[in-house]
């Protein structure tokens, strides 16, 4: 399937798990600091809460900035 056809949420979930497998590609003994700036803003509530799992397990691995201007995504 191309990109397009994808939602614009799922989009962005993808582009996230492609930009930590090009870390985990370029970063072979190290981690860098990962700075996320508000990268789900554009899913919808039923999926907001499976990406915020998805980082604080990412976390576990790598030190991450979040940045955010919604309390809801906090």
């Known amino acids: 399937h191309q ?3 994808y939602s614009t949420g799922l ?3 993808l582009a996230l798990a492609l930009r930590f497998s ?4 370029l970063f072979e003994t190290e981690k860098p600091v990962v700075v996320l700036d508000d990268p789900f ?7 907001i ?3 915020k799992k998805a980082i ?8 991450i900035i979040y ?3 919604h309390k809801s995504r906090s």
């Open 41 to 47: 803003t554009n899913l919808d509530e039923n999926r």
């Open 3 to 5: 990109a397009s056809s």
């Open 67 to 69: 940045l955010t201007c």
């Open 11 to 13: 989009r962005d979930i």
């Open 22 to 25: 090009l870390i985990d590609a």
């Open 56 to 63: 604080e397990t990412l976390s576990e691995e790598y030190q």
């Open 49 to 51: 809460e499976s990406a």
